[in-house]
């Protein structure tokens, strides 16, 4: 009984917080001893699993948050007349790939990735609220350096960046040299034939 109490403690807190809160904070201000927080959010996993609830608790990292379960999406936006998200380009999809699997990093980091300038891409992520500033380096000019926020997260559905999948191994990538041997091999093709 008095798990359920603190449960519902933290709950609340979660609720009226709306956004992500981390583990440590929601255990000191729910009362919570932090051994005890994971039997406390095992019950309220338990009880937001059921079919009969319209709400989730996510694990972002080391936070917790409630939201609205995905299969509830349209009846949401209806209900609050909100437009439908827009897609990401292609170049912000680069951005964010990355920042996430690079972070911190800085514009101009990701615009020697890319080839081409990703300043207002960059500051488009921002505004969506998928990239964050974390803080700025110790180089000439001190330059911003950026990262991947809690909605990148819920927007990608992973609770960890360590979720992402594995970039491919070196050996597995094509080089710059075969492409250009096989352009060769093409071009002798297509002389001799």
Known sequence: MENEKKAAAAEAILFAGGDPIESDKLAL???????????VIRLLEEKYS???SGIELLHLEDCYQLATKQQFAEQIKSAFEIKKNTALSAAAMEVLTIVAYNQPVTKSFVESVRGVDSSSTVNSLV???LLCEAGRLELP???I??????????SFQISSISELPPLPEQQAQVT???VMEAEKTNEGESLGG
């Open 127 to 129: 505004e969506k609220g």
């Open 50 to 52: 059921r079919e009969d």
């Open 29 to 39: 201000a729910a009362g919570i001893e932090p051994a005890e927080l994971e039997d």
């Open 176 to 178: 710059f040299d075969e």
């Open 145 to 154: 350096a950026y990262k991947t926020t809690d909605a990148f997260l819920r």
């Open 141 to 143: 000019g001190r330059p």
